[in-house]
């Protein structure tokens, strides 16, 4: 029998203690940002060449009525300058913009402040008034022409005869007011997200103060909510100014063009075969929407600094 004896450093040593604590190097053979390709191939297919080609054509003559395309410098630009129904346009525009995030915000405020509670009633509520999100806006536009149209259910349920969509001075609030029902359940859940990260030991200080429920609601809870503001302020305003869906389906721009937003003028000056011109007006209304973008997203968040 012979007697081995093993001399090696016993379990629990120096050296395993060393082994132990070193873990193993673990070579990754994957590549996340691989899976971004596709992402970034769409967005670079259908965002940034139509995007890059839109600055191009904005200077050429590119038409259907000729066969060669040709720069013309700015001739485009002035043209539609000099007619004043780029500037009208425009103008339809910013005021069609400024109507949606005013309603927009206000009806969802409101249904923030009303379906504050977590009751059973108050959350059925806020699902019916998220469904219009969830809706083609196109649908929403057709549904209303046709509960606005002459003698149509409107008209019949309250026993009244009222020209909704063709008035040439309330179309465009008319308009604007259907717009901001489509979203409105949008700002309702921003509003009622930041209503609910409002801590209550703040409200319930302001209260042993001696500031009552209302003082407390629009001097803590009202400026608190600034962030919200910001975001909901923003997205109605520059998605208001891409509209076009509402505006096509209820009026198609009418009565006589006081509804006629950028948009639908670029459609129908594109379907006229004039695709440079749309080009143009395209890419002008690209330029508005970032000049006002900044402006509007630095003061509101400037207001979250002093608020």
Request: charged share 15%; proline share 5%; hydrophobic share 55%.
């Amino acid at each position: 029998m012979t007697l081995t004896i093993d001399l090696r450093t016993p379990a629990g040593g120096p050296t395993a203690q060393r082994s132990a604590g070193r873990r193993p190097r673990i070579a990754r053979s994957t590549h996340p940002m691989w899976f971004l390709l596709p992402a970034y191939a769409v967005l670079l297919l259908f965002f940034f060449v139509p995007t890059a080609f839109n600055f191009i054509y904005a200077f050429t003559d590119w038409s259907s009525f000729k066969a060669a395309i040709n720069p013309v410098g700015l001739d485009n630009f002035t043209q539609l300058a000099s007619d004043g129904t780029l500037f009208r346009a425009l103008r339809i525009t910013v005021l069609y913009a400024v109507l949606v995030a005013i309603f927009q915000n206000l009806f969802g405020f409101g249904l923030a402040v009303l379906l504050e509670r977590d009751t059973v009633v108050n959350r059925i509520a806020r699902t019916f008034f998220l469904i219009p999100v969830l809706m083609s806006a196109l649908a929403v536009g057709y549904i209303f022409q046709a509960l606005l149209k002459p003698s149509g259910a409107v008209d019949q349920l309250f026993g009244i005869h009222y020209a909704w969509l063709a008035d040439t001075h309330w179309t465009i609030v008319v308009v604007a007011l259907i717009h901001a029902w489509k979203w409105m359940g949008l700002s309702m859940l921003i509003y009622l997200a930041g209503l609910k990260t409002i801590p209550e030991d703040i409200t319930e200080a302001a209260r042993i103060d001696g500031a009552s429920r209302w003082r407390s609601f629009w001097r803590i809870r009202v400026p608190m909510l600034a962030p919200a503001v910001t975001f909901n302020v923003a997205t109605a305003l520059l998605g208001s100014m891409n509209g076009f869906d509402i505006v096509q389906a209820t009026t198609g721009g009418g009565p006589a063009r006081t509804t006629e937003i950028l948009n639908i003028f670029i459609y129908r000056t594109f379907g006229q075969g004039l695709f440079a011109q749309a080009t143009t007006m395209s890419l002008v209304l690209f330029l508005l929407v970032a000049l006002m973008a900044f402006p509007v997203i630095y003061v509101l968040r400037k207001r979250e600094a002093i608020l």
